[in-house]
């Protein structure tokens, strides 16, 4: 499934510009880059003074000493240098600096013209982010006036005030001014422009991978190829956008109109478009039988709009077909809802508040009266509560949400699916034997619409539940929605499907973090295995495959972790040396910050009790016993006798939310919990401690005894009471009615909460925050910092949590001075000093190191000796090898046809690249996505220009190893592997081969493995694989066998 993707185009807003007004963008643009380029300049200058002058700090918070020459009378540096000192941005004597620069000018002209352009420009950006706070200071700001007057400058006006008296003012003309006045002559622009807008002409670099999904499929979009059905918007102006939706726009001469925003694409500010004429012919295939119409005459008035584009979003979900779907086979019953009486929860109120607000214009300018003061209005607000309140409250439960059941004959394992409206997981349980043996052969069921079904003589083999039907709501009866899945053709599609093989987890800083008081001793024992790794990895041939993924157990190797495990030696070449020293710093990196397995731990589906489950169905809900006891859970993954206790964990991991539980097993269990998921009990509150549904999500469970104490032994308050789960109430959001003006709006609504990192930043600087005394040791927070520390937390997660949910809610809260203040104080604080390898953040964003338990896990790893690498083990490396006809000449045209390649791949990665650091954690644009769509395009030019010369693309690819590895030995042979590495891999299996018939036969006792090709002991008669090639086919015909039943 994920290797079958479809090439459409990503544009942002900018690509609708017209003439005039990409004129305007241009002028804004330039002149943004001409306060960037006097930024750097004034930095370099001041980091250049100060190093020539080797000015210490000593002293300085007491007084700044006089200097030798005039820079003791500028009173502005004086006060910059104390606030360097003050932030530390600048510690003891500066280091000399890389390069000098005369002016503005030459800077620019280096960085344009150079041939060290790129490490200027990686030195300069380093020095930015080094410094960020430093050059928003005032003084900064007044420095940089000094070297270009222009930046702020004044000039004497006459205006007339509302007497119409003239007076003379004097205004801002410089280059911030004159932005603020070019954007709002560009906003003008925007708004004057009543055409239906053209997408511009779009280049190579707009296109992205998407999965092959019902969408694609039902749109016939062929894989690898490229399509204009979709085109992928980014927001940047918000003008242009809402001419788009409400006008759409067109390219090609074809109209393209809003489809559909994923809960991701809404957090990236992003929508898809579709070809109008495209929509009109597939809308009713895409929303099985539903339209616009229908949906806003309802009883509903219209539908949650946020909500509506994410449920058409389902039907984009990377999946694959679910071949032999019966949609007759189907059914949709109410959700598995109990009451949990008199739990113990932390509950966090909120109030419904309103404030006067000032009223701003398109521009951002404040509107005024005709007496001159400023407009007001109403705005209403929730303000969430200063403290978590301990409650003991009935607290209701969806157990089903989102998951639903599935004979075990159709599938024996836990799988996620998608249909139109209808999405979730579903899990193998035996309901009609379950009849058989608990309700007297009674099948008989009524769905949500109030229809009985007998499950047995109706042949029912998936059951729905209401929670996974999303628009329900909407059709007369679920023989309504299965009338309309068959007459316009709806598919259903399947993802995520349970592992046949389970491997170890990594756990991560937000878990370690939550553990605040852990033992040196454990510390060592868990990063033990790495250090052991890392140690290992700089002598033995086996440890570098594994950090490059050349391993049998990879089952998606690409193709040069391929050659590496046919051809071993290839690790001596220059170029894959440091691709293992690349592995083995990103390994030590992320332990760095506790992302390292834990053994045994594994990622698997969270499921109910649906032993319960049934009881509630089919006896009623007065009749639930279940299986399971509060704060019990089963895994068959765990046995029970070696791992009595288990710990269930879940991402994102933000407050205290570890679970300790008792794994238990019996016959029961055993019979009617057939997957691999952990099966949780319905008298539990783990659902609301770990935040999950059971619509695919997943814990981290695991079995190590001494990590299943540590976490109960931290999930403590400050009176030494279990720490009880957090609880609030979410709004929801109306149903409006379905059109263009809507759409804006909430997406707009939704855009503004997509930050969900201010929040785990937040909690992060808390977790890791430690106290320490005159004379630098560490202080024990008192009772009363614990319990303040524990609530701050509480409030930080809950609007973390609505943060989340803002897209579908479109409701945020808002905090009180007194946790705003708090807060303040939290900001002060810089993030931990593991964040430089979590987060990629300089020495001088980062708190020294302390003994919070993620540093500790850092210094471990620190403290982990630097050796040489050694390649004792491996044989000598022979570039033949790589190639079918070493003999060949090599022909120019060729590599220079190689060399324009190669450049425009770097192009390409250097585009995505600009894109990554524009929009953050968009898989979309991260280079993983784009990649292989890079490397087909590459091939086939490749392949085009080899057709064209007569050239065999065999004869051209030995060319290339021939010239790479003869004359131009130093160069990066990415472009070879990625884009030549098949013909590559299947040159060196030749090869591999060919020397083993020149040793004439097989030595006695040996055979030649039929799978990989290399000789290998003979352990019996039948033999013809090595045992790791055994292995993978085995684990193969298992799988295939499994998928089967």
């Known amino acids: 499934?994920?290797?079958?993707?479809?090439?459409?185009?990503?544009?942002?807003?900018?690509?609708?510009?017209?003439?005039?007004?990409?004129?305007?963008?241009?002028?804004?643009?330039?002149?943004?880059?001409?306060?960037?380029?006097?930024?750097?300049?004034?930095?370099?200058?001041?980091?250049?003074?100060?190093?020539?002058?080797?000015?210490?700090?000593?002293?300085?918070?007491?007084?700044?000493?006089?200097?030798?020459?005039?820079?003791?009378?500028?009173?502005?540096?004086?006060?910059?240098?104390?606030?360097?000192?003050?932030?530390?941005?600048?510690?003891?004597?500066?280091?000399?600096?890389?390069?000098?620069?005369?002016?503005?000018?030459?800077?620019?002209?280096?960085?344009?013209?150079?041939?060290?352009?790129?490490?200027?420009?990686?030195?300069?950006?380093?020095?930015?982010?080094?410094?960020?706070?430093?050059?928003?200071?005032?003084?900064?700001?007044?420095?940089?006036?000094?070297?270009?007057?222009?930046?702020?400058?004044?000039?004497?006006?006459?205006?007339?005030?509302?007497?119409?008296?003239?007076?003379?003012?004097?205004?801002?003309?410089?280059?911030?001014?004159?932005?603020?006045?070019?954007?709002?002559?560009?906003?003008?622009?925007?708004?004057?422009?009543?055409?239906?807008?053209?997408?511009?002409?779009?280049?190579?670099?707009?296109?992205?991978?998407?999965?092959?999904?019902?969408?694609?499929?039902?749109?016939?979009?062929?894989?690898?190829?490229?399509?204009?059905?979709?085109?992928?918007?980014?927001?940047?102006?918000?003008?242009?956008?809402?001419?788009?939706?409400?006008?759409?726009?067109?390219?090609?001469?074809?109209?393209?109109?809003?489809?559909?925003?994923?809960?991701?694409?809404?957090?990236?500010?992003?929508?898809?478009?579709?070809?109008?004429?495209?929509?009109?012919?597939?809308?009713?295939?895409?929303?099985?039988?539903?339209?616009?119409?229908?949906?806003?005459?309802?009883?509903?008035?219209?539908?949650?709009?946020?909500?509506?584009?994410?449920?058409?979003?389902?039907?984009?979900?990377?999946?694959?077909?679910?071949?032999?779907?019966?949609?007759?086979?189907?059914?949709?019953?109410?959700?598995?809802?109990?009451?949990i009486n008199n739990a113990k929860v932390d509950y966090i109120s909120k109030e419904r508040k309103s404030r006067d607000v000032k009223v701003k214009d398109e521009n951002g300018e404040y509107i005024k009266n005709k007496d001159g003061t400023i407009q007001t209005q109403k705005e209403e607000y929730w303000l969430l509560a200063d403290k978590a309140e301990e409650r003991t409250m009935d607290i209701e439960i969806t157990h089903s949400d989102g998951c639903g059941w599935i004979l075990p004959d159709l599938s024996n394992k836990n799988f996620q699916c998608r249909l139109p409206w209808i999405k979730g997981l579903l899990t193998p349980v035996d309901f009609i034997a379950w009849c058989d043996e608990y309700n007297s052969g009674n099948y008989k069921v009524t769905d949500i619409y109030g229809e009985e079904w007998n499950l047995k003589e109706d042949n029912i083999k998936v059951v729905f539940f209401k929670s996974q039907f999303k628009m329900n709501k909407y059709y007369k009866s679920w023989q309504d929605y299965k009338d309309k899945f068959k007459k316009y053709n709806c598919k259903a599609g399947k993802c995520n499907i349970e592992d046949d093989e389970f491997k170890n987890s990594n756990f991560n800083y937000q878990m370690w973090q939550t553990l605040e008081n852990v033992d040196n001793r454990v510390i060592k024992k868990f990063t033990k295995p790495i250090h052991k790794l890392i140690t290992k990895a700089y002598t033995d041939k086996n440890t570098m495959l594994k950090l490059l993924g050349a391993t049998k157990e990879n089952s998606n190797m690409n193709y040069l972790q391929q050659a590496l495990l046919l051809y071993s030696e290839l690790i001596q070449d220059k170029y894959i040396k440091n691709k293992v020293s690349e592995a083995l710093n990103k390994k030590k990196k992320e332990a760095k910050y506790g992302k390292f397995q834990i053994r045994p731990a594994y990622y698997t589906f969270i499921i109910p009790d649906v032993f319960a489950w049934m009881q509630y169905v089919f006896l009623g809900k007065d009749k639930v016993t279940g299986l399971l006891e509060d704060k019990q859970v089963y895994c068959k993954l765990f046995d029970t006798e070696k791992y009595p206790e288990l710990l269930t964990n879940r991402s994102p991991h933000l407050g205290k939310e570890h679970c300790p539980r008792k794994n238990v097993s019996n016959s029961d269990m055993e019979k009617w919990f057939v997957s691999d998921g952990i099966y949780t009990s319905s008298y539990d509150l783990i659902s609301k401690v770990l935040q999950f549904d059971n619509d695919g999500d997943k814990s981290l469970v695991i079995g190590d005894k001494e990590l299943v104490q540590v976490a109960e032994d931290n999930m403590k308050d400050a009176e030494g009471k279990n720490i009880r789960p957090l609880y609030y109430e979410m709004g929801k959001a109306e149903p409006k009615i379905i059109n263009a003006n809507n759409i804006y709006n909430s997406l707009i609504t939704a855009f503004k909460y997509g930050n969900i990192g201010e929040f785990s930043n937040k909690l992060t600087k808390l977790w890791n925050y430690r106290k320490y005394d005159a004379e630098g040791n560490e202080v024990l927070f008192t009772k009363d910092e614990v319990k303040k520390r524990l609530n701050l937390s509480k409030i930080i997660t809950c609007c973390n949590n609505f943060s989340i949910d803002a897209a579908k809610t479109l409701e945020m809260v808002e905090v009180s001075e007194v946790v705003q203040k708090q807060l303040e104080e939290l900001n002060k604080i810089k993030l931990p000093y593991f964040f430089q390898f979590a987060k990629d953040k300089s020495e001088n964003q980062v708190e020294p190191i302390n003994n919070s338990t993620v540093n500790g896990i850092c210094k471990e790893i620190e403290n982990i000796p630097q050796l040489d690498y050694k390649f004792d083990d491996l044989g000598r490396f022979n570039k033949h090898m790589l190639m079918n006809n070493f003999r060949i000449e090599i022909l120019d045209e060729v590599i220079t046809k190689y060399k324009k390649l190669k450049e425009e791949m770097q192009k390409y990665f250097m585009y995505i690249s600009n894109q990554s650091s524009v929009i953050k954690n968009d898989e979309e644009v991260s280079k993983e996505r784009i990649a292989p769509v890079v490397y087909d395009s590459l091939y086939l030019e490749f392949e085009e220009f080899c057709k064209l010369k007569n050239i065999d693309v065999v004869d051209a690819t030995d060319m290339i190893v021939k010239y790479i590895y003869s004359i131009d030995k130093d160069s990066k042979k990415g472009f070879v592997f990625n884009i030549l590495g098949d013909i590559i891999v299947t040159n060196i299996k030749k090869n591999i081969k060919k020397k083993s018939k020149k040793l004439n036969k097989v030595k006695e006792g040996y055979i030649f493995c039929s799978g990989c090709g290399k000789e290998v002991s003979r352990t019996g008669n039948r033999q013809t694989m090595c045992k790791e090639c055994a292995d993978t086919k085995r684990k193969e015909n298992d799988r295939k066998r499994k998928s089967k039943k």
């Open 1 to 339: 499934m994920l290797n079958k993707q479809v090439q459409i185009y990503s544009v942002d807003t900018n690509a609708f510009l017209n003439e005039e007004e990409s004129k305007i963008l241009k002028k804004i643009k330039g002149m943004e880059y001409t306060i960037e380029l006097l930024t750097q300049f004034t930095l370099l200058n001041i980091i250049e003074n100060l190093y020539n002058k080797t000015i210490t700090f000593k002293e300085v918070n007491a007084e700044i000493k006089a200097y030798k020459d005039n820079v003791e009378q500028d009173l502005q540096v004086t006060n910059l240098l104390y606030k360097i000192n003050k932030n530390n941005l600048v510690q003891g004597r500066v280091e000399k600096p890389r390069y000098h620069f005369d002016s503005v000018l030459d800077l620019q002209n280096k960085l344009q013209e150079s041939d060290n352009k790129s490490y200027i420009a990686r030195y300069t950006n380093k020095l930015m982010k080094n410094n960020s706070q430093l050059v928003k200071d005032k003084t900064f700001r007044k420095l940089m006036c000094e070297i270009d007057d222009e930046y702020i400058k004044y000039e004497s006006v006459e205006i007339k005030d509302k007497n119409n008296k003239t007076r003379i003012v004097k205004k801002d003309t410089g280059y911030k001014a004159s932005i603020k006045q070019w954007k709002k002559e560009f906003n003008e622009l925007i708004r004057k422009n009543k055409n239906v807008r053209i997408l511009n002409k779009i280049s190579k670099y707009n296109i992205i991978s998407v999965f092959d999904s019902f969408l694609t499929r039902t749109l016939g979009l062929e894989i690898g190829k490229l399509s204009e059905e979709l085109i992928t918007l980014r927001v940047c102006h918000y003008p242009i956008f809402k001419q788009l939706i409400n006008n759409g726009f067109v390219y090609k001469d074809e109209r393209y109109i809003p489809f559909t925003a994923s809960a991701g694409q809404i957090r990236n500010k992003k929508m898809v478009f579709v070809k109008e004429s495209t929509w009109e012919n597939f809308k009713l295939t895409l929303m099985c039988g539903l339209t616009i119409e229908d949906i806003n005459n309802s009883k509903e008035k219209g539908c949650n709009i946020n909500k509506f584009l994410a449920y058409l979003a389902l039907t984009a979900s990377a999946t694959d077909a679910w071949e032999d779907f019966n949609i007759n086979q189907c059914i949709v019953l109410e959700d598995y809802v109990t009451t």
